[in-house]
């Protein structure tokens, strides 16, 4: 049972313009979500997270919005640069507002490719 | 801060045969995780510990698949005997009690042939 969904395997955009990544979750018990960011041969990176209890988070070049009534999240880039160019994964922490939020389940992951 | 280390970084192996992973997490993380990355997929949760305790290992094929934590630190995570669909990144995290965040290591690509 997939809780998590990122429907779009692949995004590719021009570098300086904006990327939207999506995300979709079943679970209403949800109350955190991540970003991650993987490099081939590497392991995920934590990238931003966002609390249900806000809509919108900002990191530099990264925001995550927060849709709680569509169950729906994105994370923004602006402006996109070839460096970003990875793969994706939002998730959430399994034990919804309990304990060991690094339980983690993921998305399928969306591969970004920001061309020069 | 040193990271999660792993070993092997790359292992291939014949089906049938057993295979062994090693994980050193950060520092004082009390918590540790392995996760199985197939290829398309997001990483899959296989086993939870807290210090030397195993909290959840509601998704580890038991049959074939055993972890251990090593006095609340070092951990292994073994398979035999591996199956062709056992090929996949085997992904080792931890992260401080509470934290919203798990930091992972840089994986070990296993290849079943």
């Known amino acids: 049972d997939q809780q998590v969904k990122q429907n779009s395997p692949s995004l590719s955009v021009q570098e300086g313009r904006i990327s939207i990544l999506n995300c979709d979750y079943t679970n209403s018990m949800f109350d955190y979500f991540l970003w991650y960011k993987k490099y081939p041969a590497e392991g995920p990176t934590f990238l931003i997270s966002?609390?249900?209890?806000?809509d919108k988070n900002e990191d530099g070049r990264f925001t995550v919005f927060l849709n709680k009534s569509a169950k729906h999240l994105s994370l923004h880039i602006v402006p996109s640069q070839p460096g970003d160019s990875a793969v994706y994964f939002c998730?959430?922490?399994?034990?919804?507002?309990?304990?060991?939020?690094?339980?983690?389940?993921f998305g399928q992951g969306t591969i970004l490719t920001v061309h020069p | 801060e040193a990271g999660v280390a792993q070993s092997p970084r790359y292992k291939i192996i014949e089906k049938r045969q057993s295979v062994a992973f090693w994980c050193n997490p950060i520092s004082g993380h009390a918590t540790l995780y392995w996760y199985q990355q197939i290829l398309g997929q997001g990483p899959k949760l296989l086993i939870q510990f807290q210090n030397n305790g195993v909290v959840d290992d509601s998704q580890l094929p038991k049959d074939r698949f055993s972890a251990e934590r090593l006095k609340g630190v070092d951990s292994t995570l073994k398979i035999q005997p591996a199956k062709l669909e056992d090929s996949a990144v085997y992904l080792c995290?931890?992260?401080?009690?509470?934290?919203?965040?798990?930091?992972f290591g840089q994986g070990t690509r296993l290849t079943v042939v």
């Open positions: 966002i609390s249900s209890i806000k």
């Open positions: 995290a931890s992260s401080p009690t509470w934290s919203p965040e798990a930091f």
């Open positions: 998730a959430a922490p399994i034990n919804a507002g309990g304990t060991s939020y690094g339980k983690l389940t």
